[in-house]
């Protein structure tokens, strides 16, 4: 368990900005119990104009891991009211996965799934986890920079980028936590995480 970048008190939030303004929280838990580790994620956002609803997104995803080893995925999102879906398990085969953009496959040993808080995710093939299709992004080495927290703060962290399939900066503190993100979304915008 050693090797998992488990934050110390057991969590991690940020909140997702947006032009601005606050439009969501980002949530994970970290729950042991003997050598398996449960990883809850949940993700609500709400984008607005003049008080109306113009987009909501809810993500939930349970991610097993026995030792370091992931070993399960669950989860649903609703983007704006388009449902998707991720389902995998570790059988003799390997991680099986299918999701509702994917037919079923064994998934490459050195898969994880998105949900960015293992830095592991940067060294091979990434399993989308909201539909469950295995991605080959590019990801380069930005360096070490420093980071703005929520609470205005700042961190050294070390800076990914990532591209091709998705867009993404995601950065990570020198010890191993997950320190931020940020996103191009559909609209041409960019929302921005801020470690809670």
């Known amino acids: 368990m050693a090797a ?3 934050p110390p008190a057991g969590w991690l939030a940020f909140r997702m900005i947006r032009r601005g303004s606050e439009i969501g929280r980002h949530t994970l838990t970290f ?3 003997g050598d398996t580790l449960t990883v809850r ?3 609500d956002a709400l984008v607005t104009l003049l008080s109306i609803p113009i987009v909501r997104y ?3 995803l349970v991610e097993t891991w026995h030792g370091n080893t992931l070993s399960g995925l669950v989860g649903e999102t609703d983007n704006n009211g388009h449902h998707s879906w991720l389902n995998a398990h570790r059988t003799s085969e390997g991680l099986v996965v299918q999701g509702s953009a994917s037919g079923r496959y064994v998934a490459p040993e050195n898969a994880i799934t998105i949900s960015y808080w293992n830095r592991r995710l940067m060294d091979g093939p990434m399993i989308a986890s ?3 299709i295995l991605l ?3 990801v ?4 070490a ?3 703005r927290l929520a609470s205005g703060a700042t961190i050294a962290a070390d800076h990914y980028n990532v591209s091709g399939t998705f867009k993404a900066d995601v950065w990570y503190e020198r010890s191993g936590p997950w320190a931020g993100l940020e996103l191009l979304v559909a609209d041409g915008s960019t929302v921005h995480y801020e470690r809670l």
């Open 4 to 6: 998992l970048p488990v």
């Open 31 to 33: 729950e042991h119990q």
């Open 41 to 43: 994620i949940a993700v």
């Open 58 to 60: 809810r993500h939930r």
């Open 130 to 132: 909201d539909d469950g």
């Open 136 to 138: 080959h992004p590019r």
């Open 140 to 143: 380069e080495m930005r360096g």
């Open 145 to 147: 920079e420093t980071i």
